[in-house]
């Protein structure tokens, strides 16, 4: 009998660790405008080139080429830039709060903000989205949504409208299709399949948007959802967000290397497509796609969003333990907001001054929006909603155990 050497593990390491320069060469990038777009009734098996190549639709000159190119006017495309930077402002304005014990935690989406941006534009109102942490974009894009709302949500005080009950970030608008954020990883993605099919049984014409992280791809919620919106074509778009690290584990942790996570939709017979999730114009092109052939009957759409996480998880992460701190500046894809700003440039119809004009309206916009939330309240001068709130919410009308709690309660 032959012998064999001793049987071993294989355990993925990132190309990079603090001190040591990153090699992103690991990172699959095609030519701007080089990779074909299908008509949105393609066979799932037919889309396994574009669930390994990556659409992209701006260059390095901030030039739209390409068949993912969309017809899209301008004005979108300011409002669209607007809403990054407000994204952007905002995150930072509440780790600012955060650090200033103002709120108990946060999760900024910082590098990533064109991807939950451009996606809200792609769809319509009565869809619903199903989102994580850091998909506050997708509400920051809004004109209906107050921060001064969203700010007293993550401050928990005496307006905050979820009144305490959810952790800061974990917000809840039905109104605005955004269903309420679960702590729990990957349990939004059969959920929004659900929701989906339950409106394909009603014959109405909503669709669905679930967001996951490339780390929870690993768990079990995901390939049951997949499963699910496979079997049944769900109207249902499954947005995985890679942004290249999940806490402190490189996205290889969670089986991306060597292969997609895009590549795992065409394998349970999901179209499936890897687009650049840092230019803005794939993004809004590759959602609209989506978003058509989920409201087509033509079955549900995987999308791998290729990021990076330019700061920390949380605020309780440090990244600084883990990977290089000039990461973001050396990422490949580079920054959405300067990808943006630099077409509408190149396209006359954006410039360095109303950039910067921009910038200071709605740093006061924001800054304003946070004065007025902390009026209300905030974790510094303890002004939480009433222990009595615990008891609203549940029944229409309160029983009378109930009743005789809050009274021993003294609330």
């Not at 969670?254 to 939709?265: D, I, L, S, V, Y």
Request: hydrophobic share 40%; net charge neutral.
């Amino acid at each position: 009998m032959t012998p064999h050497t001793a049987l071993r593990l294989h355990v993925p390491e990132p190309t990079g660790r603090p001190g040591c320069s990153t090699d992103f060469s690991y990172l699959s990038i095609s030519p701007a405008g080089a990779v074909r777009k299908p008509p949105i009734d393609t066979a799932p098996a037919d889309t396994a080139d574009l669930a390994t190549s990556l659409v992209r639709v701006l260059d390095d000159d901030g030039k739209a080429c390409g068949p993912w190119a969309p017809a899209i006017h301008p004005e979108r495309l300011r409002r669209g830039l607007r809403a990054m930077m407000k994204t952007r402002i905002f995150d930072a304005r509440m780790l600012l709060a955060q650090r200033q014990k103002k709120l108990s935690f946060y999760m900024q989406c910082l590098g990533e903000e064109a991807i939950a941006v451009a996606h809200s534009m792609a769809l319509q109102d009565g869809d619903m989205c199903f989102p994580t942490y850091r998909q506050q974009g997708l509400l920051l894009a809004r004109d209906d949504i107050s921060m001064v709302e969203m700010i007293c949500q993550l401050m928990s005080n005496q307006r905050d409208p979820i009144k305490g009950r959810q952790l800061p970030v974990m917000y809840s608008y039905k109104r605005a299709g955004f269903f309420s954020i679960s702590g729990n990883l990957a349990t939004q993605v059969p959920q929004a399949v659900g929701w989906a099919m339950a409106s394909a049984i009603k014959g109405d014409t909503k669709i669905a948007s679930a967001w996951i992280g490339d780390g929870s791809t690993a768990e079990s919620d995901f390939h049951t959802a997949l499963t699910f919106a496979h079997v049944y074509r769900a109207p249902v778009i499954i947005n995985v967000v890679n942004n290249q690290w999940a806490i402190s584990t490189f996205q290889a942790i969670a089986g991306g290397e060597g292969t997609t996570f895009a590549q795992r939709g065409v394998g349970v017979g999901i179209a499936s497509l890897r687009v650049d999730g840092n230019d803005f114009l794939a993004v809004y092109a590759a959602s609209q796609w989506a978003a058509e052939r989920a409201r087509s009957n033509c079955g549900p759409t995987l999308i791998e969003w290729e990021t990076y996480r330019a700061g920390p998880h949380s605020t309780s992460d440090d990244p600084s333990k883990y990977r290089p701190a000039d990461d973001w500046q050396r990422f490949p894809l580079g920054d959405p907001i300067e990808r943006l700003k630099k077409h509408l440039i190149a396209i006359g119809e954006w410039s360095e001054a109303r950039h910067e004009a921009a910038q200071k309206e709605l740093e006061a916009e924001v800054i304003a929006a946070q004065k007025e939330a902390e009026r209300h309240g905030s974790l510094l001068d303890g002004r939480v909603p009433s222990a009595a709130t615990m008891f609203d919410d549940v029944y229409k009308d309160m029983p009378e155990h109930l009743r005789r709690q809050r009274q021993q309660l003294g609330v």
